[in-house]
């Protein structure tokens, strides 16, 4: 133990020069960036599929908001791509039904000429023979797989891409191999080695550089996070080793117990006056190399639900962590790394990993993979949000009106038709303001205050 992964240097000897650093950050931007493209073109897919396969009439398909950059007709939807690339959308004619009553003549109002703008739109789109066609008109429940398509589609290609990045290529941890031999084990982790040092155990059993440990005490080490349990501090522990001529060995080495850092859950545990604690640790004296294993489907799954989770219960304190990322931007507190960001954060971080010194080709790519499936599963959380205009919004109104609809059956009465939800265009308006100045403001801090690794 007091062992940690070696940082792998860069091999290929390309990093370090300022013109390639620059060339391998903008070109992490550009693989983040079509991706980013990629998920929401997916996104939309998964409003459109189903659309057509009901019937319902697509005039449009769009990537993108603003002008229109290139598009082409086929059949009856036109597909294009647009300038913004922050969103994508599909033109359903009917996605709000009419009104129930004759609108009251009079002076409109601006909420009244919003509702009956929303009810409208789209209206030039409709033809002789698209009177069945609408939205609205479908029952429920394919109305509901229309609005859940989109957020799914997501889900699937964050797990897809997670389980190529961790069963794939695979994640580095800690191996069993040897990379340095440390001359002693200062008591203090911040002391030097001297001469009159006492050397360290593993010197003193004749550990080399790249030999490989293969069991512990005659218990086989399949990895190193199983030396823990291993290993008997105080006392005489034997080592099997493969040395790097290709022999085996048996040393024996008696670790010396130092004060270290407490680790839990991959960080340094602090007290409450935010200082380190420290506690007894078996040290060896050796640095082991880092490698790359790739986990099984089940860890894979596994780790994209954790993923799902900590993004929704991230979601679910939005209003505090953008808080916190304005008081980081305006005021002195250090922005936190595991904040919300937005297209901008997103393409710093793809752009530092790809020109990263310290990460072989393969941990780049699994960490840019990475950042596409957190963006993805963070895509289908928040559309799921029960907020119009996002998808979950459209969602709960369905499973309003079936609620209502089931107890106006049991109750006997007319079919109320289908929900109106056109009436919630106002406070439609209100989440979409909320929604732009959340994103404006995020969008400022990775600008003057991005997340720093």
Sequence with gaps: MGSRPRRRTNREGLLGNPVNETLLYLFGILIVALGIGFSIGWHELGHLIPAKLFGVKVPKYMIGFGPTLFSKKIGETEYGLKLIPLGGYITMIGMYPPAKSPEVSGPRGFFRDMISSARNAHSEFVEPGDENRRFYQLPVWKRMIIMFGGPVMNLILGVVLLTVALSGIG?????????????????????????????SPALAAGLEAGDKILAINGVDLVNWNEAGKLIKPGVVNQLSVLKVDGSKASLSLTPITVQRPVIE????????????????????????????????????????????????????????????????????????????????????????????????????????????????????????????????????????????????????????GPADTALLMPLTWVVFIALMAMSALIIIADLVNPISF
Aim: glycine share 10%; aromatic share 4%.
């Design 171 to 199: 994640v580095s941890q800690v191996s069993t191999t040897v990379s340095e031999v440390s001359r002693c084990v200062p008591v203090v982790a911040t002391d030097q080695c001297t001469d009159a040092s006492q050397a």
């Design 265 to 416: 859950n991959g960080a340094v545990k602090l007290d409450a006056s935010g200082k380190q604690v420290y506690g007894p640790k078996p040290v060896l004296g050796i640095i082991l190399a880092a490698e790359i294993r790739p986990l099984s489907i089940g860890e894979s799954l596994a780790a994209s639900g954790q993923s799902v989770a900590q993004v929704g219960q991230m979601i679910l304190n939005l209003p505090q962590q953008v808080a916190a990322v304005g008081q980081s931007t305006f005021g002195s507190e250090q922005r936190r790394a595991d904040g919300p960001v937005s297209i901008i954060g997103i393409g710093q971080i793809a752009g530092e990993v790809a020109s990263s010194s310290s990460t072989s080709f393969e941990e780049k790519i699994q960490s840019q993979l990475g950042i596409l499936a957190s963006l993805n599963f963070a895509l289908f959380a928040f559309n799921m949000l029960p907020l119009l205009p996002l998808d979950g919004g459209h969602v709960a109104g369905g499973v309003y009106e079936a609620i209502k609809k089931g107890i106006f059956r049991v109750l006997r009465k007319p079919n109320p």
